[in-house]
Structures are given as C-alpha cells and as structure tokens.
C-alpha cells in the first residue's frame, strides 16, 4: 500500500494544490481517466470543507490529506480537527441562526461529495473529522513478450 501524505495551512488558496497533487496521484494509482474531474471536485469540496471549519473554529493546525493506493482502490482521506456536534446539540438563542447556516451549508457540501463519490464515508467528532473517498482502479496493462 503506497501512501502520500499532504498537509496544508487551512487557507483556501491551498486548497487548488490539493485538487492537483490528488488527480495527479489518482492517474498514476489507475484511477479511469475518465473520473478524475470527479476526484478533483470531491477532493476540492473537502478541502474546502476542511478549511472553511478550520477558520470558523479558529484552528491553527493544518488540513490534512492521505492520498491511499491499494490494490484494487484508490481513497483520499481529508480530516480536519474541528470540533463536531452531533445534531440537535446546538445551544437556543441568537447564535442558533449563525450555527444553522453553517450546519446547512455544511450538510450541502456533504451532499456535492455524495454525488461525486460512490464510495464515501464521513466520520466525526469531538477531536475532528474525516472524509474518506474510494475510486476503483484498473491494473496497469502488461506487455507479453
């Protein structure tokens, strides 16, 4: 299993360096050609999704990206260490409003990633969160002699 890690200060102009290192790796895991738009836009949701809790939370630390080659997968994990409450843990009152639209949006950038990736699943917590993505992919054809 080949790995390559990335971390990134959680600024939004990083985020279009981790798009192109992912596709960049995803081609050479044998991602289809034909997907990586697909990987590019996931991987850019995340990241920004990533970046964007960083700075509300005010978080210092990077955004962190693996980029996993297994045999028949390739996954990219995105996590970040904001804080997560679970729904419904919100406090009344006027910062309601505020947490409700992060949440929203929040909840459609989930949605974008659902709809690009197949295979996601989304894990959180106190301590932070993690994206995981998985693409299948092709075995490098092998010339006979």
């Not at 964007?52 to 996590?79: C, M, N, R, T, Y």
């Amino acid at each position: 299993m080949a790995t390559v890690e990335l971390r990134f200060s959680a600024l939004p102009e990083h985020v279009r360096t981790a798009r192109l290192v992912a596709a960049a790796v995803a081609r050479r895991a044998g991602v289809d050609e034909a997907v990586l738009d697909e990987v590019r836009l996931a991987v850019g949701e995340a990241c920004s999704r990533a970046v964007g809790l960083h700075q509300s939370a005010g978080i210092a630390s990077p955004v962190k990206v693996a980029l996993i080659e297994d045999e028949k997968q390739f996954s990219i994990e995105v996590g970040d260490e904001a804080p997560h409450s679970a729904p419904g843990d919100r406090a009344p009152g006027g910062a309601a409003d505020e947490g409700d639209a992060e949440a929203e949006e929040d909840e459609m950038g989930l949605a974008v990633i659902s709809g690009l990736v197949d295979d996601v699943e989304v894990s959180a917590g106190e301590h932070g969160g993690l994206i995981r993505m998985t693409w299948p992919t092709t075995p490098p054809a092998v010339a006979l002699a």
